[in-house]
């Protein structure tokens, strides 16, 4: 049925018309845009919908580049310790998750970051075991690149000091009793995620339509989202989203990172970069190059300031990172590469450089780190930064004591690579920030947390409000090669978008975003979500 939006104050984010004040979709796409009379008189015909936005402003529908919405799924299971801020407290949530489980059974949890801790450390293991004593634990860190787990937990695995680690990975000893302090870095923890039982296929499904729907709610009308690795490997990742999003038609549409650990699947179900259709598509080949800042394993090229002798890790050498890509090349497909540090960051480039582009750009995500020798080998058309503005709230102040005063002038430097002429990307990489493009666009615009009065962390580097609007929506669309596809609001593109309660670009204080509500989301021209149907306990 063909639709005409209405009375709207539409931010088209398209060059040729701007702004405008009425839509007309059809098949789900945009046929025609302009005034609200001109756009009534010309397509107003019986079997057409009429929808009255009453000014509403309206911009093309929210994209987030880089996110997990698996693990945004298990934290509708599991136990959750975003934004905890004391040691207690986590034995205290802990202590009531244990009331509700079988005996014997994983207590699982994410979300925890010892920057926010009061006592100002982690708990130890000794601590964990009292907290927690009949059921094997694990919890996963705000960044998914440490653990912490109990001692249940180890004999699960069975733990003894002369097990060989994965690659990449510390289990932490405790310098005097040598024995482990129940800390994990990195791959380590795969030594007990190998252990965890399964969720059932319906578990898995359930949680997940949670997820997307949530995302939903948040204005989201793409994203692009790592999986495979959670959801019990390429094939059932597929299947799964291809039932919710093809199938029951919740609406999304998902570009699916795929671990290079499945390039074998991808091969023997002949998938490739595009696979799918506007919906659900497979995306670029995951890979993970160094860790995280918070437990130092992010790779520098320099100590950290904080720890002289520690320089972060590589998770591969040099010789097996360009196997992994001469690997996905081989498939003619792109990389999407966790690259934090600065040294990682040289040395995804160095090996992407000995591979001409494929069709689909290559993705460095996160470039938390970088010098300007770095930015200039960014900044080309064949490659994007996908990039998370709200990692400016939770890591600073502390990341100033792992960086030093030189390193952090180009460190989250958003507004240095969108000038240096680097395609950008926003997302949230959520879990590990929340869901909301919101919050990610308050924090490119102010970079700093709500509600705190100083000028924003390196505020030279601050985007204005449409660049940030730009990372969520137009520059959503390029890492996917979709730019021609949505990203604006143009004829011929698929018609999705977003509406406000407020008009950000008219905002004299950025902090009033905090309190803009999600009005609708529209995907494909429909309505998936609209905040007046949601019943009011919600």
């Not at 789900?28 to 845009?33: E, T, W």
């Not at 995500?365 to 080309?380: G, M, P, S």
């Not at 909301?436 to 666009?441: F, N, Q, S, W």
Request: net charge negative; hydrophobic share 35%.
């Amino acid at each position: 049925m063909r639709k005409i939006y209405t009375n709207g104050n539409f931010y088209t984010f398209d060059q040729v018309k701007p702004a405008v004040e009425a839509v007309v979709v059809e098949n789900g796409r945009f046929i025609d845009m302009g005034t609200t009379e001109d756009m009534v008189l010309n397509w107003q015909r019986q079997e057409v919908k009429t929808i009255d936005l009453h000014g509403k402003t309206v911009t093309p529908g929210l994209i987030d580049s880089h996110l997990h919405l698996s693990a945004v799924a298990q934290n509708f299971l599991n136990l959750d310790l975003t934004s905890v801020t004391s040691k207690q407290e986590i034995f205290r949530k802990i202590q009531q998750k244990a009331r509700t489980l079988s005996e014997g059974e994983w207590l699982q949890g994410r979300g925890w970051d010892e920057n926010l801790f009061i006592e100002g450390c982690i708990p130890t293991i000794e601590e964990l075991d009292k907290a927690c004593p009949s059921h094997p634990l694990f919890l996963s860190r705000v960044c998914g690149h440490a653990a912490l787990v109990n001692s249940k937990a180890l004999e699960v695995c069975h733990y003894h000091p002369s097990m060989t680690i994965p690659e990449g990975g510390t289990i932490v000893i405790d310098e005097q009793t040598k024995k482990p302090t129940g800390l994990l870095l990195e791959s380590a923890a795969d030594l007990i995620t190998q252990h965890i039982p399964e969720r059932t296929y319906d578990e898995l499904k359930n949680t997940l339509r949670q997820a997307i729907q949530f995302a939903i709610t948040k204005g989201l009308t793409s994203v692009h989202t790592n999986d495979p690795l959670f959801l019990g490997g390429l094939n059932q990742t597929y299947k799964l989203y291809n039932e919710l999003l093809n199938k029951e038609q919740l609406g999304l549409r998902c570009n699916l990172l795929i671990n290079h650990e499945f390039l074998k699947d991808l091969r023997e179900n002949g998938m490739y970069a595009g696979y799918g259709n506007e919906t659900l598509q497979i995306g670029a080949i995951k890979i993970f190059a160094d860790g995280a800042l918070g437990r130092r394993t992010a790779l520098l090229s320099e100590p950290y300031s904080d720890a002289p002798d520690e320089y972060g890790k590589a998770m591969f050498d040099q010789d097996t990172l360009y196997e992994i890509v001469k690997n996905a090349r081989s498939l003619s497909m792109p990389t999407a590469v966790h690259t934090i540090g600065d040294q990682a960051l040289e040395n995804v480039l160095d090996v992407l450089d000995q591979f001409p582009p494929v069709a689909y750009r290559d993705r460095i995500i996160h470039v938390q780190v970088a010098h300007n020798e770095l930015i200039k080998r960014l900044a080309t058309p064949s490659r994007i930064a996908d990039i998370q503005p709200r990692f400016v709230v939770g890591d600073f102040p502390w990341v100033e004591d792992r960086l030093g005063e030189e390193r952090i002038k180009l460190a989250y430097a958003w507004k240095t690579l969108i000038e240096s002429g680097v395609i950008c990307a926003g997302g949230s990489d959520a879990p590990v920030e929340p869901v909301d493009p919101l919050l990610g666009i308050h924090a490119a615009v102010t970079r700093k947390v709500p509600g705190q009065t100083h000028n924003g962390w390196n505020a030279k580097e601050k985007l204005t409000m449409t660049e940030a609007f730009h990372l969520f929506t137009k520059m959503g669309a390029y890492p996917t090669n979709e730019e021609t596809v949505k990203g604006t609001i143009s004829r011929g593109k698929l018609a999705d978008m977003t509406v406000y309660s407020a008009n950000p670009f008219k905002m004299e204080d950025p902090d009033a975003l905090l309190n803009t509500d999600i009005e609708m989301t529209i995907i494909n021209g429909d309505v998936k979500y609209e905040k007046s149907l949601v019943p009011q306990d919600q």
